[in-house]
């Protein structure tokens, strides 16, 4: 009986050994997946923040200083160019 007790533990910290390092694995894999989908939301939203840019740097016009509410033109067109 003592001979099975004394096989018994370490044979029961090897598995728990292994099946904390099976969690390890897993909660890193998990930690990946969502590091991975932050990145390519963030990549996704500076992109569209670059495009905002380019569009309002592309269609910006000054037009004459003198003219009354000189923005008001450029700032409906932005608001015609966003969805």
């Known amino acids: 009986m003592a001979a099975a007790a004394g096989g018994g533990i370490p044979l029961s910290a090897i598995i728990a050994v292994h099946f904390s390092n099976a969690k390890?694995?897993?909660k890193r894999h998990q930690?990946?997946?969502e590091a991975m989908t932050?990145?390519?939301e963030l990549e996704q939203y500076l992109q569209?923040?670059?495009m905002i840019a380019k569009t309002v740097g592309a269609i910006f016009d000054?037009?004459?200083l003198s003219q009354p509410h000189l923005f008001r033109l450029i700032?409906?067109?932005v608001l015609a160019l966003s969805p």
Request: charged share 35%; net charge negative; aromatic share 6%.
């Open 24 to 26: 390890i694995e897993e």
């Open 62 to 64: 000054s037009g004459e």
């Open 31 to 33: 930690l990946i997946v």
């Open 48 to 50: 569209s923040r670059e």
């Open 75 to 77: 700032g409906t067109k």
């Open 38 to 40: 932050f990145t390519a």
